[in-house]
Structures are given as structure tokens and as C-alpha cells.
């Protein structure tokens, strides 16, 4: 995994249900969920802004910049080597709608039981620091190109699902998970570079 955890790895339902607000809250903090899995690695902390990009919320202007901007500070630390995450008191005051957050999480919740069939740990050698720094900096990246990309409708989906697919592969300690993440991210660069050179022409 990505950064060392204290625990062992989680499954994806897990992960969703700490993604969950708790009922009777009208706004999720994103600090409530920092403090609850900051113990648990960079990936975790890495899938909750993916997700939150990749869902319906995601379509508020400004969010996917947030979402790519919070992505983009975690990765980094990654590349610094920091063993625990961090980010600036501004970024742990953000809110969303609790009500629409939880509704999501719900809806996704079967199918991650579903997937949770496939999540194993496996293919160690991507703990390599090697490797490790090179998942990291494809985040780095999906992060930074997820900033411009909310010019265009929904082209921001591509690296923030890639970011998510990694992050999943970090909390699972599945590194074939991890790298189809990768994989997605290249694709994403390619397509996104292009619609921005198209944009820019």
C-alpha cells in the first residue's frame, strides 16, 4: 500500500461506509472523515475526493477543482515520503450536502459487495518504492489535469475515477486494482490533453 497503515487492509464497503455521514448531520465535514481514517494510509484519504468528483456532486462548479486540488497535495506527500497525510485547515472546513452523500453511498453500497469478491491482497511488488512513486505521480497528475478539465463537461470523470481505482487498490493492498487505476490515468491524460488542445485551437 500506499503509506504505512496501522490496520489491516479495508474492503471497499468499508471504505464506503466511511465515506457515510451520520444520520441527522445536514453537512458532511471532511475533517469528520480525516479523523476517522487518517490512521488507515494515503489510500483512503485519496478515494474520498475521487469519489465525491466522480458522483453526481461532482457536477457543482468548483467542486472538481477542489476534489483535483485535495488529490493533487496528498499525492505529493506520498512523493515526500511523509508517513501520514495532511492538508491545510481550509481544505478539512469543506462540507457537502449529507443527505445527497449518504443517498449515493447507499446506491453504490451492493455493488461494492459485489466487487469486495475480487479485492485481494495481491502483487506485492507494487509496495516497491519505485512503483509506489510512480502511482503516486500519476495521481500528482490526474489531480493537477482534473483543475482544467472542469471546462469540459464531464471529461473531469476520467482521472478522478482513475484516482478512486487507485486509491481502492492502496486500501485493499490489491496492486492489480491499483495498476488498472494507472492505466485508466493514461488513457485520461491522452483523451484530456487533446480536448484541451481542441478547446485552446
Request: a neutral charge; glycine letters at 8%.
Given at each position: ?115 469486495d469478491r475480487f479485492l485481494v491482497p495481491r502483487w506485492f511488488f507494487m509496495r516497491q518504492p519505485v512503483v509506489r512513486s510512480f502511482i503516486a505521480l500519476n495521481c500528482v497528475a490526474c489531480g493537477l489535469v482534473m ?55
Open positions: 500500500m500506499l503509506g504505512k497503515t496501522a490496520e489491516r487492509s479495508m474492503t471497499l464497503y468499508e471504505l464506503l461506509g466511511k465515506m457515510q455521514p451520520h444520520a441527522r448531520r445536514d453537512e458532511f465535514l471532511f475533517a469528520d472523515f480525516w479523523t476517522v481514517m487518517e490512521k488507515r494510509g494515503f489510500g483512503p484519504m485519496l478515494a474520498l475526493p475521487s469519489f465525491i468528483a466522480c458522483t453526481p456532486i461532482g457536477a457543482i462548479p468548483g467542486i472538481p477543482s477542489l476534489a483535483g486540488a485535495t488529490i493533487l497535495l496528498i499525492a505529493l506527500q506520498i512523493l515526500l515520503g511523509r508517513r501520514h497525510p495532511w492538508l491545510p485547515e481550509r481544505v478539512m472546513e469543506l462540507t457537502c450536502d449529507a443527505d445527497q452523500l449518504r443517498y449515493i453511498v447507499e446506491k453504490v453500497k451492493p455493488l461494492a459487495v459485489r466487487v483543475i482544467p478539465l472542469e471546462l469540459i463537461p464531464f471529461m473531469g470523470l476520467i482521472p478522478a475515477s482513475a484516482v478512486f481505482i487507485m486509491a481502492i487498490g492502496m486500501a485493499t493492498d490489491d496492486g492489480a486494482v491499483a495498476l488498472v487505476g494507472v492505466s485508466i490515468s493514461l488513457f485520461g491524460f491522452v483523451l484530456g490533453f487533446e480536448r484541451l488542445a481542441a478547446l485552446i485551437v
